[in-house]
Structures are given as structure tokens and as C-alpha cells.
């Protein structure tokens, strides 16, 4: 088993539309949780860290469930521009865990 | 603006050269950086944390022979792939992590293609 997995999509999103999608780790120690996004041939981006309480920027909603072990991105009011692969990052004891990404298209 | 640096960008070679990629930490004395490598598709996979000063610390299965760190100062650390092979080709990144530690900067990456 992976430690840190996601679903890779893509999914295909129209413009304005919501979608969402979750990623779920594997150890139950993991401290710090975060939400990169990268576009095609280039370096991941930090979009945001995930907190407990969960929380929110701008259309970006992210939540953790630790009982459950995933973390979830939710974009609403979908723009082309948020076509891109989100990535899943896992901090445990300093060190970072990746996911494969899922990938979102939207499209006009 | 960019707070890690990447050079070169993009890089082909033949097999069985040797390429050198730096990473430069511009706004921030790092004593730690990290190289990572990204083949299509799949995630990135830690090859091995960059230690100022001393040697690398390198993830199971990464042959520390092949892929050689050195990180002589607070802002530079270099990959050398030796040797390269074909199955070397790979978007190879390097990062330094936030002041607060919680989060990482990427360089922009090199993509290497071994011919």
C-alpha cells in the first residue's frame, strides 16, 4: 500500500463548477498535511496547508479527517485556470511524502 | 519571486556522461536541501537530503555512487548523475524547506534526457 494515495482522475470539470477530490495517508503520525498544485513540466506549488479545523482560501477548501486518515481539496466556481495536477503532501517526522496528483481538467 | 534556483533547466546527454545540476537557495541560508526525482505520471520520490558541510543522506535504493551530492555552502547544492543512463531521464527537483519547516519551495526543476 502506498503511503500517501490518490485517486490520478482526470476529472473533467465544466467552468464554474465544484469538484472535489480526497487523498488518504497512511501514518496515523503524520503532522502536517498540504495541497500543492503542479502544472504540466513544472515544480509543485504550495496552494495551501491543512488545517485541523479545516479552512479555506478563496475558492479552496481543505479538510483533514484524522480519524480516517484523508485529506480532501474542494475548488468551487471552477476557472480554466485551476487545470492542473494537485498533489498531496504528507509530513511525518520531517520527512515529505508525496502523491502521484490527481489531475483536473476544466473546460469551458 | 523565486526563492529556489534551478540550472540547467533542461539537459540531453549521452549515455555514460556525467551531468551536474545545482540548486540555489536565494533568499535563505539552507543547511539542509533535498533532491527529488519525478518520472511521468508519478509522484516525487525523495532520492536524498543534502547536508551543508557533510555527506548526504541518501532514501533506500538511490546508489549513492551513481547520484553525487555536494552541498559546500549555505545556498548551493549539486546533483551529479554519473554514468548516465537512459533509464536516468527524469525531471529531477530540489527543495529547501520554509523558515517555519512545515512547508517546502521547489526549484523549477531540470529535466534530463539520457540518449
Known amino acids: 500500500r502506498k503511503e500517501v494515495e490518490q485517486d490520478p482522475g482526470p476529472f473533467n470539470v465544466p467552468e464554474g463548477a465544484t469538484v472535489a477530490f480526497n487523498c488518504t495517508y497512511s501514518?496515523?503520525?503524520?503532522?502536517?498535511f498540504f495541497w500543492y498544485r503542479q502544472d504540466c513540466r513544472k515544480e509543485p506549488k504550495l496552494l495551501m496547508s491543512v488545517y485541523s479545523s479545516g479552512n479555506e482560501d478563496g475558492r479552496f477548501t481543505a479538510q483533514l479527517n484524522r480519524a480516517s486518515q484523508y485529506i480532501s481539496l474542494l475548488i468551487r466556481d471552477s476557472k480554466l485556470s485551476d487545470s492542473a495536477t494537485y498533489l498531496c503532501?504528507?509530513?511525518?517526522?520531517?520527512?515529505?511524502?508525496f502523491g502521484a496528483g490527481t489531475q483536473v481538467v476544466v473546460t469551458p | 519571486g523565486a526563492v529556489v534556483s534551478q540550472h540547467p533547466s533542461w539537459v540531453i546527454c549521452k549515455s555514460g556522461t556525467s551531468v551536474k545540476i545545482e540548486c540555489r537557495s536565494l533568499d535563505f541560508q539552507a543547511t539542509t536541501m533535498f533532491w527529488y526525482r519525478q518520472f511521468p505520471k508519478q509522484s516525487l520520490m525523495l532520492m536524498a537530503t543534502s547536508n551543508e558541510g557533510s555527506k548526504a543522506t541518501y532514501e533506500q535504493g538511490v546508489e549513492k555512487d551513481k547520484f553525487l551530492i555536494n552541498h559546500a555552502s549555505l545556498t548551493l547544492s549539486t546533483l551529479t548523475v554519473t554514468s548516465a543512463h537512459p533509464e536516468d531521464s527524469s525531471f529531477y527537483i530540489c527543495s529547501r524547506r520554509g523558515q517555519g519547516a512545515y512547508e517546502q519551495y521547489f526549484g523549477p526543476g531540470t529535466r534530463l534526457t539520457v540518449t
Open positions: 501514518n496515523s503520525a503524520s503532522q502536517s
Open positions: 503532501v504528507v509530513n511525518t517526522w520531517g520527512k515529505f511524502q
